[in-house]
């Protein structure tokens, strides 16, 4: 039978609406739902035929959805779905309201006077309207960030220059902002301020390492450098500190020897550019400096050097060199697991990455049973005797003695991949700005004259030549990203909060060509870090990041440091180098856990008489 209005309006005015009206408003598009209010603001000021004219009632759910219905019929619209599904719950509920009504003494003695539905309504929509207001508020606490994609995440915005993204997005969301990887949330930060605040003021809060798969594969998972952060990490680092300090700058007898040994492998190098340059030939130099600084570690680690054609060592430099090219195949791995799942090319290379780790590790491993066979405790010949005496005889029992193993791996694959990266930088530059390469030379002639080689006791006096490697650093900042870091605990960084155990990126790139910080941070200019006089700004020194700060700063900066100065000083003393005419010179580079420039060719020419050569030990 069909209901009349009348009737229609007897059976609904006076019973409390079972689900509130803003329910149909949310479910419908945003711009309809202050229409929706108009009406039902409407519809709650009408007085129902043979009702009170001071009587104010509240409409039930079914009115609004049918004029609601009504409503969208007229626009020849297509009225939501869900209207019609909660119309007809409300018809079928109709009689159970009707009889609790009726049993309510309540509400009829409040009928004469107000109305309790509307009064239940108006509270009910009050408290869902405050809940709404406080969760929008915390969302907006939230970090800011761009749209993730379901399964990946924003790993397909990325590019293949992440820091350059990471740094443009920093320009949109600000410089803490939050993307997803796979099924993980990360934060990056940006920035000088944003970063130094993390690092430094809260630097244990940010020294924890994400528990990824691929960290537990590195160094036989005793990796100091990729070790979560624990009262055993700080153990392990204070053994790799205190004997890199002990084989290097201790006192001034290791000191001196230290430096002997990077001029033995600087005045080799300078040898081998002398015969690749024969005939006026141009030469990849990248070989050459990943033997030298492999060398100098090696000759820490292990007492020796290798030949540059050593089958041996070769092996062991492009395990070196492809473990940079495969760690970002282990990230992926470790964000989107399911990428095992099916071959594909990143599966493919995570299993050459686990193998390059398999064979680093296990050619550290022979050379340090060699060691422990041959241990003399009274007799420390090089750095690995110094920890085997640590960890195996000394009173400490927080490490067993695959620490061993991990330290040295660590300290081979760190020592020498740093160095050789901007040594190549370095030469590129050198060869692009001529003029630049002329004043240095200038300098280090006008310090150290034409009979001697450099030493670290002109280093104070060359503050061109300084300010020439740290120029390199920040302007190539060929470290872009550190190695993942996450919170240990809750932390607020510029007023936003970032819960423990979060995975987090730390931008050195934005951090170096952070405008704020640096005046025309895209030119190549070492004079930035000269004052009026000349001299080293050490300020602007110090703000240059490459090495990472707080907990987890390299505990090698100040051997690669030493390395980096007396290459550089050694070359330039002793050879001028040209680019190759039928190149053009570029910045371009490839990414991996450093940035390396992509192959280029220089000739080397011999600056007066060749001096002081002494073949390395």
Known sequence: MRRTETNRVRISYGEPPPVPV???????????????????????????????????????????????VRKEREKGERFHPLIGTL??????ALSESEFGMKGSSIIREWSGQVQPALIISFIFLFCLEACLWIRNLALKKRLPGPFAWPLVGNAMQLGQMPH???????????NVYQIRLGSNDIVVLNGHTAIRQALIQHSTEFAGRPNFISFQIISGGKSMTFGSYSEQWKAHRRVAQSTLRAFSSANSQTKKAFEQHIVAEAMDM???????????CYFNPSHEFTVAAANVICALCFGKRYGHDDPEFRALLGRVDKFGETVGAGSLVDVMPWLQSFPNPVRSVYQNF???????????????????????????????????????????????????EGTVTDLIGAGQDTVSTIMQWM?????????????????????????????????????????????????????????????TTDVTIEGFHI????????????????????????????????????????????????????????????????????????LLHQCTFKSNPSQTLTMDCSYGLVLKPVKFSVTAKLRGRLLGFVSPA
């Open 22 to 68: 803003w329910f149909c408003a949310k479910y419908l598009k945003v711009s309809k739902r202050t229409q929706i209010w108009k009406l039902v603001f409407k519809i709650s000021h009408r007085s129902p035929r043979g009702a009170s004219p001071n009587c104010s009632v509240s409409p039930p759910l079914s009115l609004c959805c049918e004029l609601l």
């Open 87 to 92: 119309q007809q719950n409300q018809e079928m």
């Open 164 to 174: 350059i993204t990471f740094s443009r997005l920093a320009k949109k969301y600000g």
């Open 270 to 280: 300078v040898q081998n550019f002398l015969r690749l340059s024969a005939d006026r």
């Open 354 to 404: 686990k193998t390059i780790n398999k064979e680093f590790f296990a050619y550290v491993k022979d050379k340090v049973v060699q060691h422990r066979d041959t241990f003399d405790p009274d007799v420390t010949r090089d750095m690995s005797d110094a920890i085997i005496s640590v960890i195996e005889h000394g009173k400490n029992n927080m490490l067993s003695k695959d620490f061993v």
């Open 427 to 487: 030469l590129l530059l050198l060869v692009k700005y001529p003029a630049m390469q002329t004043k240095l030379q200038e300098q280090i002639d006008k310090v150290v004259g034409r009979d001697r080689l450099p030493s670290m006791e002109d280093k104070i006096n060359m503050a061109y030549l300084d300010a020439f490697i740290y120029e390199t650093m920040r302007y190539t900042s060929f470290v872009p990203v550190t190695i993942p870091h996450s919170t």
């Open 499 to 570: 819960p423990k155990d979060t995975v987090v990126f730390i931008n050195q790139w934005s951090v170096n060509h952070d405008p704020q910080k640096w005046q025309d941070p895209h030119i190549f200019n070492p004079s930035r870090f000269l004052d009026e006089n000349g001299a080293l700004n050490k300020d602007l020194t110090s703000s240059v990041m490459i090495f990472s700060t707080g907990k987890r700063r390299c505990i090698g900066d100040q051997i690669a440091k030493t390395e980096i100065f007396l290459f550089l000083a050694i």
